[in-house]
């Protein structure tokens, strides 16, 4: 049998399309079980969950890692597929994506997103995805899993579970992605495999997801600091930027003609996506130069932030 877990709070919106999705795979009910796991929802998530036929899971708001790992010791199945609320999968989703892990393949596979939303803050998020996957689609093995959709072996994830820690969703499946990865696990990227996702459409919480991205990065790269310089996902084009944004930072109080150097570093590094974002529209490219300079600065602030011990804040 195979395991779709689900961690849910609050996805009233997003729940029954997902759910209705999973119910369209062409597998009968004895192949495939759904887990949603409800984090303390105060919306009608749970009655959508029952009603669609999920066995449904509680726990108290505390976090998707738990909510993840209470629903896979609970799964029936040998395979786990994570799944995020927000997202729809393609009619064959559960069967192609399980099958370089049943055939003995992989241990974990993971798909990519894609988004047909018209807002600018969800499209310019869309770009930084494909240019991510770019990257990954070039590596035969890779160490970076989103757990939005993916699929393990399930004594994988009994033997090294998300770290509970995490309590809002965004960095836990780095840590997992690098200690599977530390521990010899064979992860296959399939970039043919997506599902459909509701990126942020609001610019202030794309600038708040990245500062809190990066002041928990720092804790996962002192712990895997060969992870610092290079990893499947992440292009090194991006680390650069932050290096070119931070340095722009500390030299402008004592030289505006250096910090003024450093962005312009920070440009040549950024046509990449600048371009991608003009091949979409005029108006995207348009955007995209404050887009993402305003994400470096946060993530850059994000990373000062996670630098100061906690009982220093």
């Not at 919106?13 to 597998?27: I, P, T, W």
């Not at 093995?141 to 993916?150: A, E, F, K, Q």
Request: include cysteine; charge should be positive; hydrophobic fraction near 40%.
């Amino acid at each position: 049998m195979i395991s779709v877990v689900i961690p849910v709070r609050d996805e009233e919106e997003h729940l029954g399309l997902c759910l209705e999705a999973l119910q369209n795979q062409g597998l009968s009910g004895t192949d495939y079980e759904i887990v949603a796991v409800d984090d303390g929802s105060r919306d009608r998530s749970p009655q959508i969950a029952k009603g669609l036929g999920a066995r449904l899971i509680h726990q108290s708001g505390q976090g998707p890692s738990a909510a993840r790992n209470i629903g896979i010791r609970s799964a029936r199945g040998e395979t786990i597929l994570l799944l995020d609320a927000d997202c729809l999968p393609p009619p064959d989703w559960v069967r192609r994506i399980t099958a370089p892990i049943l055939s003995g393949e992989a241990d974990v596979t993971v798909g990519r997103y894609e988004s047909d939303q018209k807002n600018w803050v969800a499209s310019l998020i869309q770009l930084e995805l494909e240019q991510r996957y770019e990257r990954m689609s070039r590596h035969g093995r890779i160490d970076y899993v989103n757990s939005g959709s993916s699929a393990f072996r399930r004594q994988l994830l009994l033997d090294h579970p998300f770290d509970e820690s995490y309590r809002k969703a965004g960095m836990e499946d780095v840590e997992l992605s690098f200690r599977l990865a530390g521990n010899g696990a064979r992860m296959l990227f399939m970039p043919e495999l997506a599902v459909k996702h509701s990126h942020p459409t609001r610019f202030s919480h794309y600038l708040r997801r990245k500062f809190y991205y990066a002041a928990r990065a720092y804790q996962i790269y002192r712990k895997y600091p060969s992870k610092t310089l290079g990893d499947a996902s992440t292009p090194q084009r991006r680390r650069l930027q932050m290096v070119a944004v931070g340095l722009a930072g500390v030299l402008a109080p004592f030289s505006l003609k250096a910090a003024g150097v450093c962005l312009a570093v920070w440009l040549l590094l950024s046509i990449h996506f600048i371009a991608g974002a003009f091949r979409k529209s005029v108006a995207l490219g348009l955007l995209a130069p404050g887009f993402l300079l305003a994400g470096n600065i946060a993530f850059v602030l994000g990373t000062l932030w996670g630098l100061i011990p906690k009982k220093a804040r």
